[in-house]
């Protein structure tokens, strides 16, 4: 989990310092969609060959596919506008807090996953970093 939020942090200043002044959000969401299908498909072409066999088999849930995607497009997008106006490590830390914790709270409270105390706390101590590194 430290090494994918190495790369994941590492993405989001290099795309703040090299790419986010030379193309538009939208531009960088195609050219990053693009390479994301071709390596991805290459991935599971070579690695999980009879994988493919499950798009047909579970086509009724490329709704749920397609909406997570539109979900995820959004984040990226306003995520990408808020670090091309504001201080990348602030930003980062908000979202990286806010975002486990609506997991935990949208699991707890949607899909009825357990809350551990250790959880809660997280929870708790997440919000208040928030507040902390919103507070001038």
């Known amino acids: 989990a430290t090494i994918v939020c190495l790369f994941w942090s590492m993405a989001s200043v290099l795309e703040k310092y090299y790419l986010l002044d030379k193309f538009t959000p939208y ?9 994301f299908f071709i390596v991805g498909l290459s991935l599971v072409c070579i690695y999980e060959p009879s994988k493919l066999g499950n798009i047909k088999k579970n086509g009724r849930y490329l709704i749920w ?3 997570i ?7 990226t997008l306003m995520f990408w506008k808020a670090i091309n106006n504001n201080n990348v490590g602030t930003v980062s830390s908000i979202v990286g807090s806010l975002r ?4 935990v709270l949208i699991g707890y409270l949607f899909f009825k996953e357990a809350l551990s105390k250790k959880q809660l706390l997280g929870v708790v101590l ?10 001038k």
């Open 27 to 35: 531009e960088l969401l195609l050219l990053r969609s693009i390479v």
């Open 65 to 67: 596919v397609f909406l």
């Open 69 to 75: 995607c539109i979900v995820g497009i959004v984040g």
């Open 100 to 103: 486990i914790t609506f997991a």
């Open 126 to 135: 997440a919000i208040f970093s928030v507040f902390l590194i919103s507070y």
